[in-house]
Nanobody
Framework: QVQLVESGGGLVQPGGSLRLSCVAS????????IGWYRQAPGKQRELVAD???????NYSVSVKGRFTISRDNAKNTVYLQMNSLKPEDTAVYYC????????????WGQGTQVTVSS
């Protein structure tokens, strides 16, 4: 199994920046991709960005050009750099591990709150 722990959320003014971290532990070799998701009050959880084991990245239209996902394999950590934050980015942000073929689990972190407000 895989365990994920997010950190880095907080309160920031519109136009500001935050960097979220997702540290993975356990059977990290079973991970194919790590994704950042977010869920705002009253809304469904949505994919923000993901990065796979080959380094390919994918972004939602709403964050493309403002957010950057990256990874540090030595630290088993995936980052989400969020710039030019908007009030509509306010949500709880979660990371998720997608397993490689042959593995099966649904690994989520506990979430970290991001609030963008003046």
């Amino acid at each position: 199994q895989v365990q994920l722990v997010e950190s880095g959320g907080g309160l920031v003014q519109p136009g500001g920046s935050l960097r979220l971290s997702c540290v993975a532990s356990g059977n990290i070799f079973s991970i194919y991709a790590i994704g950042w998701y977010r869920q705002a009050p009253g809304k469904q959880r949505e994919l923000v960005a993901d990065i796979n084991s080959g380094g390919s990245t994918n972004y939602s239209v709403s964050v493309k050009g403002r957010f950057t996902i990256s990874r540090d394999n030595a630290k088993n950590t995936v980052y989400l750099q969020m710039n030019s934050l908007k009030p509509e980015d306010t949500a709880v942000y979660y990371c998720n591990a997608e397993p490689r073929v042959g593995w099966a689990y649904d690994a989520w972190g506990q979430g970290t709150q991001v609030t963008v407000s003046s």
